[in-house]
């Protein structure tokens, strides 16, 4: 079992910048990749970005140019730089970890969320 527990989340300007952690711990030797996902009341959790363990990283179209993933192997420490935000960033954001599979993405480990508040 993997255990996820994120920080860093707050409230702030358009703009303005926020960085999240997720602190990575547990049973991670099957979990090839690690993401972020958003949620906002009412709809569905939208996957923000990945990191495959060979250093393969997506974005999803609305954030790329102004969210940076990133991930510190030696203190299992998961990132997400988020510059440039706008209000329709708001949302809590999940970390979670993956599992590939043949022609998919698993991802059965999630962390309790952050919630990121941006003002206009």
């Known amino acids: 079992q993997v255990q996820l527990v994120e920080s860093g989340g707050g409230s702030v300007q358009a703009e303005g910048s926020l960085k999240l952690s997720c602190a990575i711990s547990g049973s991670t030797g099957t979990r090839s990749f690690m993401g972020w996902f958003r949620q906002v009341p009412g709809t569905p959790r939208d996957f923000v970005s990945s990191?495959?363990?060979?250093?393969?990283?997506r974005y999803t179209d609305s954030v790329t140019g102004r969210f940076t993933i990133s991930k510190d192997n030696a203190k299992n420490i998961l990132y997400l730089q988020m510059n440039d935000l706008r209000p329709e960033d708001t949302a809590t954001y999940y970390c979670a970890a993956g599992i590939q599979k043949i022609n998919r993405v698993d991802w059965p480990d999630w962390g309790q969320g952050a919630q990121v508040t941006v003002t206009a």
């Open positions: 990191i495959r363990n060979d250093g393969d990283i």
